[in-house]
């Protein structure tokens, strides 16, 4: 059981008789400690070492850390105080990064930072990116944007944190978890063949590297480790969120749902674990992702509709005016849009219900959320898109509610699927219904059950990870047991190929209905049928 | 069994189904090729490896090495002709180093150079350059200063190798044996406490690092490994040695002595071996070394006297006029005047027979060498120094003689003590007396029987080996199964410290007489006693 990955070590003094080298010493002591056979003790390290060791008196701090092949000493520290040891988590997404910097030997969290991923400046999504990184000078690119966004962030998490006197130099390892496209774009490895058939990566098991090597401006011995991926749309993060989540040592069949860029869905305990991305599934692709803004003040992220009165309440991130409406906050309103008899069971508004907020323009639907001037909105993407909103009106046309139809109807699919085609479980069998991603984490079990999004099991079995991406990456910095516990999880994974057939298109059919076209999978969905 | 560090393998096409990441694929057919379990794959060599891998058709030729935890991929290099492997083996000696080029797939040796290690700019001996090194600045020089030759001399090979076009990106391998000083300095490692009670190296078994991290210019992926050292009198260029000449394989016991700048002792075979350094006796200490001039032309390297009429006859290297007399020539000196009764028991000049060849000077008795003017020698250091020698006369003083007996019966005592009191053998069971280091090439073993410097054991039992450090590097790249040797090498040798005790004195004592005071020791020795 090794609780840490910095270990205090006192060395017996050289003596005649035992003239064991400096490195040989130190390695004994280490090997006893963790209890491991083999320890790779990087030659440069050896450099300053007999000087420093015997000023130190014979006592050091050993950082540690592993690959594939075992452990390995990544420094050497002073051991008295003033010489903390620090790691920082990261989440890589697509969208957005977020650091946190963590105290190795307090096991404390001490700050966590969040930017938005740069390489958006070059391309939004995963496709164009891949697409821009084709050539050699655009992957060095999108390497280096990311790259010197975290060394900025570090900048920040190092100045900000007060309590002790830290430079980059006190940050020894960096565990990233991210996707796989991601994953490659961080290393500066060729993520071409990751969108073609057959979907090869490059590498599923990156080796831990030099900081020094990939331009990571944390202490010039320190270790970079990227999460493995298990595929080219299963990657690393998921594996990072299932270590959080624990989902391979459960007693009882779980569910995770990761919806974020894509949808990743991992069912399973601790005797077996399957695992599907939504990406092969093309309806959904580009739709749970692009179904609203990012959360940020002035969003709406949750509505209620008075069924009776047909009044509309709406509640923005902040209490801020409007200014458009988030994933989670779309989901709700569809929700109460359908229970209050304002969207039919095809997904359509209801003129007649919907009243004076209904309102048609070149021929479509369009139905407006905010009450305000009702001014005439332009092209009907004040709720999509990041232009400056029109602050009286947020407006949803039924273009975009056809959207979130399919991405819900997508979303059930898959979980029909993995559930009931591939475990052969029912829906009720599942024991937790884990929900990660930053915007998993937002949406309201209870809205997307309404809208046949999620199946309709007890509330109390859905649990929100929150950022189990950046979670898992931490608890690897805290718990180097984490190793083994990676490694189970990404041998132990089938992950399945999500093939749109004609079993899989029928599903989908049933799926695009409010609830489904199949009521009985709904029985707590209750309709508002008075007047 | 692995015959060589470069593996041509095909990997099985990427189809849908099997969507196993490029790295992946390679490390599976790796592993099965080479029998191993785990295989370190760097993760920057995945950078550019996706499209390289399908232009070339799905086959590779990928470079091995190993550290302690195990096999490593150092790179992964084009199938097809025209871009050979090569790997160079270094002799890394104080005053000399060597450089092999090998041909990695072929198992050639296709060029060599030699030239003198630079750092004697800075000191002419070990101790002086430690004491050089113990700032880091002196440390650093030291090391830029073996660094930069190196360089210079890959560049020299390539050069002039006109087989094939190879550039220094075609060396993927860089094995190195030297003592344990100079393997400290080559990589910029502390050698302080080396020389310093209770004599600890700041490390033995250095892992192999990245030649970019050395800054040796071969390919910039290529890996340098440096032979471990036992303790700091027994440094990689001995394990070099015992792995050229199998002395832990053979049937019976057997002795390798390597004089070179010190003079270290290896006895054992398959079962044990037993290992001490000659610098532990003081009396050694700057005494072989010292003997003589360097092997260069002119110097006088073979000495014949006619023992009736006390004509000498001196060979010179390249027949040149004589200037002066290498430590092998000074052995064949001392055995021939000691047989032709020129000198006495105790080493002293008889000058009743040497007749006109023996003159005084402030009190000290010289021997002329060569004959020629018969100019007045200044300072008697003729035969000693690399100052510029006095054409005529090359002249040996009683002091160099007393000098050459001192060093010679410390020879002597360090084989008895480890034979006969450390091993409990009798010289006559040893099976085979190898002799290595560039000095012992030249030796002519019946006259170092002679004088009293090796046992008196059949003369073919001798065995030159030449530069077996060399040697033994350029084995390790020529059988990746030298790993395995080398290990069993280190772990088995039992070092034993040298500690001059009053018996050791005995010993001593005994041998300086020629060719001992224990004349049973010596049967062979027959000295002339005619007229």
């Known amino acids: 059981m090794n609780q840490s990955f910095v270990k205090y070590i006192e060395l017996p003094e050289p003596i005649l008789g035992n003239n064991t080298a400096d490195v040989e010493r130190i390695k004994a002591v280490v090997k006893k400690e963790i209890g491991t056979e083999s320890l790779f003790f990087p030659t440069p390290l050896a450099a300053d070492l007999p000087k420093k060791l015997r000023s130190w008196n014979h006592r050091v701090k050993v950082v540690l850390f592993r690959d594939s092949m075992g452990w390995r000493v990544v420094d050497i520290v002073e051991p008295d105080k003033g010489r903390p040891v620090f790691g920082i988590a990261a989440d890589l997404g697509t969208t957005r990064i977020v650091l946190r910097l963590i105290n190795l030997e307090s096991m404390t969290a001490c700050g966590e930072v969040g930017f938005d991923n740069p390489q958006a400046s070059i391309a939004p999504d995963v496709l164009a990116r891949i697409h821009h990184a084709r050539n050699e000078e655009g992957l060095i690119e999108l390497q280096q944007l990311v790259i010197s966004a975290f060394n900025q962030n570090i900048d920040l998490l190092c100045t900000a944190h007060t309590v002790e006197k830290i430079t980059s130099q006190s940050i020894h390892l960096l565990t990233v978890a991210g996707n796989s496209a991601m994953t490659h774009l961080f290393l500066g490895v060729d993520p071409s063949f990751l969108i073609r058939e057959p979907y090869i990566p490059a590498l599923n098991v990156p080796e831990p590297l030099d900081a020094g090597e990939l331009g990571i401006k944390i202490n010039r011995r320190g270790m970079v480790y990227l999460f493995p991926n298990i595929g080219s749309y299963f990657g690393g993060d998921l594996i990072s969120g299932i270590l959080f989540a624990q989902l391979h040592r459960k007693e009882n069949p779980c569910i995770m749902v990761d919806v974020g860029t894509n949808a990743e869905v991992v069912v399973g305990y601790r005797d077996w674990l399957i695992a599907c991305a939504g990406a092969a599934g093309p309806a959904l692709e580009g739709g749970i992702s692009d179904m609203g803004m990012t959360a940020k003040p002035g ?43 304002m969207l039919d069971i095809r997904g359509k508004f209801v003129p007649e219900r919907c009243k004076e907020r209904y309102f048609e323009k070149e021929g ?71 929900v990660a991603g930053t915007f998993g984490s937002f949406i309201n079990p209870e809205s997307a059950i309404s809208i046949g999004m999620l199946p309709d099991i007890p509330l109390e079995k859905f649990e929100v990870l929150g950022n189990s991406s950046l979670e898992g990456a931490a608890k690897l910095l805290m718990n180097p047991d984490s190793f083994e516990e990676i490694e189970e999880i990404r041998q132990g994974i089938t992950y ?36």
């Open 299 to 341: 969003v709406i992220d949750r509505v209620k509709i008075d069924p009776a009165t047909g009044a509309v309440e709406v509640h923005t991130i902040g209490d801020r005016p409007p200014i458009g409406i988030c994933g989670s906050g779309m989901i709700d309103l569809a929700a109460q849009l359908f229970l209050s008899g």
């Open 364 to 434: 479509v639907g369009h139905f407006s959320v905010s009450e305000g001037g009702l001014k005439e909105p332009d092209s009907g993407s004040a709720s999509g898109s990041n232009s400056e909103p029109d602050m009286g009106a947020i407006v949803l046309s039924q273009v975009e509610m056809n959207s979130l139809t399919s991405s819900k109807a997508a979303m059930y699919s898959i979980l029909q699927v993995i559930i009931e085609k591939t475990a052969g479980l029912k829906f009720s069998d599942l024991a937790k219904f884990y």
């Open 496 to 531: 399945i190929e999500l093939n749109v057939n004609q079993e899989f298109m029928n599903i989908f059919s049933g799926a695009k209905f409010y609830p489904h076209t199949d009521i009985s999978r709904f029985p707590s969905v209750k309709l508002y049928h008075g007047q």
